[in-house]
């Protein structure tokens, strides 16, 4: 006998709610395009599996081609993700083009590449989603969705946490930009990184 389940779902968000985010929440929508900007505004540091930025010619960066090594590193991320989760009321704030109407051989193209239970993730999103560039996270397994994807580089955006504000933005080998309003909320997630095996470099 079948049973039917439930696929966790995102909120669709109006764009405009993010103008009643504090100062950091209302640079949600353009944050991929402004970061180097943004720096000069807000605490900013790079999530990462190293303490530091490795020169050219330490060989540790070959690590960083090394599939086994990526996705083992995997759950460093998410346990960090859970706890920032869990401290800010179970919800979360993603932005991105993620879901814009038409491109079909990029979504074949990624759900390829996809764990079973993301693909199915992915899938009822999308299906539902398409042309919203907002949406509230309540579920950490989407919330872990993201941040598997946005490690693997399969998928980009920004996700932003309002209780005790912080933004966590795409980028690639396994280095993720992160923005906190203040040096105070700093030194709490760099803790909190630091007690899930990563470092604020």
């Known amino acids: 006998m079948r049973y039917e389940c439930t696929i966790p779902l995102m909120k669709a968000q109006d764009p405009r709610l993010t103008e009643r985010f504090g100062p950091l ?19 900013h540091r790079i999530l990462d599996v190293f303490p530091r930025l490795l020169p050219e010619e330490d060989p540790k960066i070959a690590l960083l081609d090394c599939e ?16 920032v989760f869990r401290e800010n009321g179970g919800a979360c704030y993603w932005h991105t ?7 079909m051989q990029n979504y074949l193209y990624k759900i390829k590449l996809m764990d079973r239970i993301d693909e199915m993730i992915y899938s009822r999103q999308f ?10 996270i309540e579920d950490p397994e989407i ?5 598997k994807y946005f490690l693997r580089e399969l998928i980009g955006g920004a996700l932003f946490f309002d209780k005790r504000p912080l933004m966590i933005v795409y980028s690639y080998d396994l280095s993720l930009p992160v923005l906190c309003e203040n040096a105070a909320d700093l030194t709490h997630y760099r803790e909190l990184a630091r007690s899930s095996g990563l470092y604020f470099r």
Request: hydrophobic fraction near 40%; aromatic fraction near 16%; charged fraction near 35%.
């Open 25 to 43: 929440g209302k640079v949600l929508p353009n944050v991929a395009e402004s970061l180097e900007e943004l720096r000069d505004f807000f605490e």
């Open 127 to 136: 299906e539902i989603r398409e042309g919203n560039t907002l949406f509230r």
């Open 143 to 147: 919330l872990e969705f993201v941040i």
């Open 68 to 83: 086994y090594f990526r996705l083992s590193a995997e759950k460093h991320y998410l346990e960090f993700a859970r706890r």
């Open 97 to 103: 083009q993620e879901f814009k109407q038409g491109d």
